[in-house]
């Protein structure tokens, strides 16, 4: 097989991320060479400074090239997009609060998020976060969870994750399974949870429970060592997570992706031959590599790449769990709908501006 047929295939299990508001050489490459089956935008990627028409067009034009590269007739367009400290995109684009605050408001809001993201030609969310709000000191999630108890977590992901759907955006509940407990952010560090499955059982699981129930399609992994139940790898690369608790205890069948490879908890693994192969064989199904932290090479998505081919090629990964992962994939892509970039008007974003107003002056949780 001809050597970048082999590491296109990977591209059928990859969310990359872009480096700017325009595609560098760079991008051109790894878009027509790995054809990645979905693309993760920040806010590097949007012109920041200028009128609401001048950055959509902008943007209009990076989304459209994406495609021209790929050649997919359609893919993923994914956008990191929760509210309060984690929203990429200029003004106009609301400014909603953080889940914590949106309590009675969660259906509601996540209907205007969605409104918005199809504007900018999103069709899949990486929300709602199905973390507990548990640990004081979180510096990673926070009051970016619904809640500070399982009930109130599982109630607010849930609400949103349906608003989302009931407006035609994709969802994914994060971070699998519960990030919520940590002092330790994964971005710069591996956290370690000393959690039995027991404790996991009554506390961090109940909102993926919730979810599941509700049939969310996606489950994002993540990057935290829980030694009790697996004391050698993190969640990403754990089949005691991943298979037996998410898959046959949960009974999850959806799309599990992978946390961002980039991530300090894990990108040192990554880089080590035979770890894309542990993933699959864990239960991963797709793979983000955003290239926004640490001025991620474009070599470093190869070398990813490369170790996935070679995984086949050695037989440590197994065409029927790649073929399997993909299915999945697939399922999923056949009913995401596409969305154009467009603008909003006036109106929808100032209801949507006292929306977000009225989420505010609810009582503290």
């Given at each position: 097989m001809p050597a970048l047929q082999r590491l296109e295939r990977f591209g059928n299990h990859l969310i990359l991320g872009i480096s700017g508001t325009s595609l560098s050489d760079e991008d051109k490459r790894a878009l027509g060479e790995l054809k990645p089956i979905g693309v993760i935008f920040f806010a590097k990627n949007f012109v920041d400074g200028v009128p609401y028409d001048v950055w959509l067009e902008t943007f209009q034009e990076l989304h459209s090239q994406i495609q021209e590269y790929t050649e997919r007739d359609s893919m993923f367009f994914t956008l990191d997009h929760e509210g309060g400290r984690v929203v990429r995109t200029p003004l106009p684009i609301t400014r909603f609060p953080q889940a914590l605050l949106l309590r009675s408001h969660a259906r509601e809001v996540a209907k205007a998020t969605a409104i918005e993201l199809k504007s900018l030609g999103i069709n899949l969310s990486w929300s709602p976060v199905a973390d507990i709000y548990s640990h004081p000191q979180n510096p990673i999630i926070g009051s970016r969870a619904f809640g500070n108890t399982p009930e109130t977590a599982a109630t607010g992901?849930?609400?949103?994750?349906?608003?989302?759907?009931?407006?035609?955006?994709?969802?994914?509940?994060?971070?699998?399974?519960?990030?919520?407990?940590?002092?330790?952010?994964?971005?710069?560090?591996?956290?370690?949870?000393?959690?039995?499955?027991?404790?996991?059982?009554?506390?961090?699981?109940?909102?993926?429970?919730?979810?599941?129930?509700?049939?969310?399609?996606?489950i994002m992994t993540a990057h935290i060592l829980f030694p009790k139940i697996d004391p050698d790898l993190p969640a990403t690369l754990s089949r005691p997570i991943l298979k037996t608790i998410l898959r046959e205890e949960l009974g999850f069948q959806g799309v599990v992706v992978s946390d961002d490879l980039d991530m300090k908890a894990v990108s040192d693994m990554f880089?080590?031959?035979?770890?894309?192969?542990?993933?699959?064989?864990?239960?991963?199904?797709?793979?983000?590599?955003?290239?926004?932290?640490?001025?991620?090479?474009?070599?470093?998505?190869?070398?990813?790449?490369?170790?996935?081919?070679?995984?086949?090629?050695?037989?440590?990964?197994?065409?029927?769990?790649?073929?399997?992962?993909?299915?999945?994939?697939?399922?999923?892509?056949?009913?995401?709908?596409?969305?154009?970039?467009?603008?909003?008007?006036?109106?929808?974003?100032v209801r949507h501006g006292e929306l977000a107003i009225a989420c505010c002056f609810e009582s503290s949780p």
């Open positions: 992901a849930r609400e949103y994750y349906l608003g989302l759907t009931e407006a035609g955006i994709v969802g994914c509940a994060k971070h699998f399974p519960g990030h919520g407990d940590t002092s330790k952010d994964s971005h710069v560090e591996l956290p370690i949870l000393n959690l039995t499955p027991e404790e996991l059982q009554n506390r961090e699981l109940i909102p993926f429970k919730a979810l599941i129930e509700e049939g969310i399609p996606l880089m080590q031959r035979g770890t894309v192969a542990r993933a699959f064989n864990a239960g991963c199904d797709l793979f983000i590599v955003s290239r926004n932290i640490y001025a991620s090479s474009i070599e470093r998505t190869y070398k990813i790449a490369e170790d996935f081919a070679d995984a086949l090629t050695d037989g440590t990964l197994a065409e029927l769990v790649v073929e399997s992962a993909k299915e999945r994939i697939e399922r999923l892509l056949a009913v995401t709908p596409e969305y154009s970039v467009q603008m909003l008007d006036k109106d929808t974003l």
